[in-house]
């Protein structure tokens, strides 16, 4: 399945905002920060990222329902979406 900014619509937004959050934690490191401070912005971070990544599968199985519900076969079958889900579980 192609990605386009129309099919991930809102995880771009979201990992836009993980890249600048993720370079604040860069700056602060470089810049000697607060562990407690770094580690919570990480962990920020990283829930963006996971956030974003189950939006991205959200979109395609509601891209590929589309595809069904027209009659056209779906750029993915159901267990090839399962898996990508639960690679990011």
Do not use: W
């Amino acid at each position: 399945m192609e990605m386009t900014p129309a099919l991930v619509g809102d995880a771009l937004v979201r990992l836009r905002r993980a890249q600048g959050q993720l370079a604040g934690v860069v700056r602060a490191i470089e810049g000697g920060g607060d562990c407690a401070e770094v580690l919570t912005q990480l962990a920020a971070v990283s829930r963006a990222l996971d956030r974003a990544g189950f939006k991205i599968v959200a979109s395609g199985m509601r891209h590929c329902q589309a595809a069904r519900e027209r009659g056209e076969q779906p750029p993915m079958t159901e267990d090839e979406l399962e898996k990508l889900f639960l690679s990011l579980a």
